[in-house]
Structure formats: structure tokens, C-alpha cells
């Protein structure tokens, strides 16, 4: 069964610092990894994704994110955080071939609050 | 593309009534689905449709009914309203091959309140 652990609920950074928001998967096959962002009281919005072809992947607003299969990490990163970047952000695994994802393949990570300090 | 549009924003229930969240999508996607969202819980999925006519349960299907009459349109339904579904509801939909998984894009969400 493929899982998702956010290791952190909640990160703080001073803004012009980098962020990291750590993400780590289980799955039996080859996923596809997202990141989302969720500003307060919005949808969700598609960061980046890593979809087999590149291992580092880069989303919008300056994010990043390396895929890297011998840890099993996907971890979001931002050499400089900027106010805001203050949002809710959701590692998500997928594969549509794997079973214990919900039935559309998709496993939410419980979420990292970004905390921006000014 | 307005993208994934949801109606209303905002609602209050009292216990047992009944209500439908609308959702509809211009981008011509197979894909549909429902999550609810509540604190701690990342999004759980409700029901998910492939196509029009065609819809099957998620994690957390109970209390709710879905129908897929067409491409566009995939309301979710209350039957009678209970404090446990007070949450937030997202719709999304995505473009979806048998190979491979595409982005979901997402509703902005209704806030649900049940008294």
C-alpha cells in the first residue's frame, strides 16, 4: 500500500531564509509525486509535480523539489522565503496501478503549515 | 476556462437536513471527484466519477450520494445533515489516462457547517 508522512506540521522560517518542508512515500511501483499549496480559505494549487523524467523538479513561485527513490523523500524547498509563501502546503503520492491509495490512486499527505516571520 | 467552479461558498445546516454542493468544470475532464477536508486530516476522498454515468465510492462515502449525468456537473448530496460533516468540500477534476496521472485541479472549496 503506497502512504505519504509529512514530517513536520508545522514549519517557521524568518522570511529571506530558506524552506524546507520534508515529505517522505511508500509505494510498491514508480509514483508520481505532487506538491500543493493551499493559501487560507482557497483551493488547492498545483505546485510542482514529478511525473519519471527529471529528478529535481521545479514548480512556481521559486520552489523546488528532488525526488530521490534510495530515501524516499520528495522534499519542497526555497533558497528564500517570502511572506507569502505563508500557506498550507500537501505532499501527494500517486499511482494509479497501486493499491491503499483512495480510489483514485491519490494519498494526501496531512499537511505542513508555512510560517512566515517577518 | 472559469476551471472548477463550486456553489455556495458557504453554509449552514441544521442536523438532518438535506442540501446539494454543486460543482461543474469547463475543461472537457473525464475525471471528478469529492474530498472533504478537516483539520489535521489532509483531504479525504468522498465519491470519484471516470466518466458520465459513472461514480463509485471513496474513503468516506457515508451520508453522501453522488450522480454523473454529464461531463460537466457532479453534485454532491447530503441526505440528512449530521455535525460530523461539518467540513470544507473541494471538487476536482482532472484529465485522466489509463497510463498515467495527470494534475487535479481544484474548486475553491465550500465551508459546510451542520448545528
Known amino acids: 500500500a503506497q502512504s505519504v508522512t509529512q514530517l513536520d506540521s508545522h514549519v517557521s522560517v524568518s522570511e529571506g531564509t530558506p524552506v524546507l518542508l520534508r515529505c517522505n512515500y511508500s509505494?510498491?511501483?514508480?509514483?508520481?509525486l505532487f506538491w500543493y499549496v493551499q493559501h487560507p480559505n482557497k483551493g488547492l494549487q498545483l505546485l510542482l509535480k514529478?511525473?519519471?523524467?527529471?529528478?529535481l523538479v521545479k514548480g512556481i513561485n521559486g520552489f523546488e523539489a528532488e525526488f530521490k527513490k534510495s530515501e524516499t523523500s520528495f522534499h519542497l524547498t526555497k533558497p528564500s522565503a517570502h511572506m507569502s509563501d505563508a500557506a498550507e502546503y500537501f505532499c501527494?503520492?500517486?499511482?494509479?496501478?497501486?493499491?491503499?491509495?483512495?480510489?483514485?490512486?491519490?494519498?494526501f499527505g496531512k499537511g505542513t503549515h508555512l510560517i512566515i516571520q517577518p | 476556462n472559469a476551471g472548477v467552479t463550486q456553489t455556495p461558498k458557504f453554509q449552514v445546516l441544521k442536523t438532518g437536513q438535506s442540501m446539494t454542493l454543486q460543482c461543474a468544470q469547463d475543461?472537457?475532464?473525464?475525471?471528478m471527484s469529492w474530498y472533504r477536508q478537516d483539520p489535521g486530516m489532509g483531504l479525504r476522498l468522498i465519491h470519484y466519477?471516470?466518466?458520465?454515468?459513472?461514480?463509485d465510492q471513496g474513503e468516506v462515502p457515508n451520508g453522501y450520494n453522488v450522480s454523473r449525468s454529464t461531463t460537466e456537473d457532479f453534485p454532491l448530496r447530503l441526505l440528512s445533515a449530521a455535525p460530523s460533516q461539518t467540513s470544507v468540500y473541494f471538487c476536482?477534476?482532472?484529465?485522466?489516462?489509463?497510463?498515467?496521472?495527470?494534475?487535479?485541479?481544484f474548486g475553491p472549496g465550500t465551508r459546510l457547517t451542520v448545528l
Open positions: 475543461m472537457n475532464h473525464e475525471y
Open positions: 501527494v503520492v500517486s499511482d494509479i496501478w497501486e493499491c491503499g491509495g483512495g480510489a483514485d490512486g491519490l494519498t
Open positions: 509505494s510498491s511501483y514508480s509514483p508520481s
Open positions: 476536482a477534476s482532472s484529465y485522466r489516462t489509463v497510463s498515467s496521472y495527470n494534475e487535479q485541479f
Open positions: 466519477s471516470v466518466g458520465a454515468g459513472i461514480t
Open positions: 514529478y511525473t519519471s523524467a527529471a529528478t
